[in-house]
C-alpha cells in the first residue's frame, strides 16, 4: 500500500483546505486570518516538526545519541496536541506530553533542526497519522509543506503559497527583529531560507512541491489583505458555490 492511499484509509467528514509552501511567504498568517474568516479550525503542521526538534535537543540521549536517532524515537512516543487559550498570543498552542513548547519553538536553532529532522521518513511517518486525524473531522487548514500531496491528498481546496527569496528574507528580517532577538544580516537571514529550501524540497520522503491541482498564489508583490481575500473568495466559490 502506498503512503498515500493508507492516509486517506482515515476518512475525512468535512471540508478540508491544505496550505503548502515555504518559509516566509506570509502562510502563517494568511492561514490563521482565512481559518478566522471562514471560522474554520488551523493547524500548523509545522508545529508539530519544531516540538519534535525541541524535544530532541532537550533529551539527554542527544549526549551519546545521533539526532536522527533521538528525534525518530522521540517522535514514535511523544503525545502531541493542540489546544486552545485565547488568553495567550498565540492562541493556538502546541502541547508535548501536556507541556506547553508554545514559547520555545520558533528559535533560528529550532528553526533549523526542525528542518533536518523533518527529512527522517521516520519522524515524517510518526507525525502523518496524527496530522490526518487532527484534520479529519473537517472545517479544517492544514499548513505545511506536504499537506495538499501526502496528508490530505484528497483536500478540497489546495492553495501553494511562493514569494521570492528576497521578498521572504526581506519579511523574516521584520519578524525577527519585532521578537527582539538579536537579529541578523539580511544576508545571514537569505542563506538560512536558502539552505532550508534546499533541504525541505530535496529530501527524499515527502518533499516541499506544489500538488498538481494547487492554486498557486504568488505573494511576492501581494499584501496580506490581498492574499487572504483571494483565498476566502476562492474557497468561497469552490465549496459553497458549486
Ligand atoms: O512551517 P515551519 O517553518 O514552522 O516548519 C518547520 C520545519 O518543519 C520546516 O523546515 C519544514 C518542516 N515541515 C515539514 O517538513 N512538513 C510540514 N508539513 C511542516 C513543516
Known amino acids: 500500500m502506498k503512503e498515500e492511499d493508507w492516509v486517506v484509509a482515515i476518512p475525512k467528514l468535512g471540508p478540508v483546505i491544505a496550505i503548502d509552501g515555504p518559509a ?19 493547524i500548523d503542521t509545522g508545529a508539530l516538526y519544531r516540538a ?39 492562541a493556538n498552542r502546541i502541547f508535548a506530553d501536556g507541556q506547553d513548547l508554545t514559547d520555545q519553538i520558533r528559535t533560528p536553532e529550532v528553526t533549523m533542526a526542525s528542518s533536518r529532522i523533518s527529512a527522517l521518513p521516520a519522524v515524517r511517518a510518526a507525525l502523518l497519522g496524527l496530522q490526518r486525524r487532527l484534520g479529519c473531522r473537517g472545517r479544517a487548514i492544514l499548513e505545511g509543506r506536504d499537506i495538499g ?16 527569496v528576497d521578498e521572504r528574507a526581506k519579511r523574516r528580517l521584520i519578524e525577527l527583529e519585532a521578537t527582539g532577538v538579536d537579529a541578523p544580516t539580511f544576508e545571514e537571514v ?20 506544489k500538488a498538481g491541482d494547487a492554486i498557486e498564489v504568488d505573494t511576492s508583490q501581494m499584501t496580506l489583505d490581498e492574499v487572504v481575500q ?10 459553497w458555490q458549486k
Open 149 to 164: 500531496t501526502v496528508i490530505f491528498p484528497d483536500a478540497d481546496v489546495k492553495f501553494f503559497l511562493s514569494a521570492s
Open 230 to 239: 483571494m483565498m476566502v473568495q476562492t474557497v468561497r466559490k469552490r465549496l
Open 24 to 42: 516566509g511567504t506570509g502562510k502563517s498568517t494568511a492561514t490563521r486570518q482565512l481559518a478566522d474568516a471562514l471560522g474554520f479550525v488551523h
Open 52 to 90: 519534535v526538534a525541541l524535544l530532541s535537543r532537550k533529551s539527554p540521549q542527544i549526549a551519546t545519541q545521533e539526532e536522527a536517532e533521538v528525534a525518530a524515537s522521540l517522535a514514535g512516543r511523544v503525545h502531541l496536541e493542540f489546544r486552545r487559550n485565547p488568553e495567550k498570543n498565540p
Open 190 to 209: 537569505k542563506a538560512q531560507i536558502v539552505e532550508r529550501d534546499r533541504g525541505d524540497s530535496s529530501r527524499a520522503v515527502a518533499p516541499l512541491k
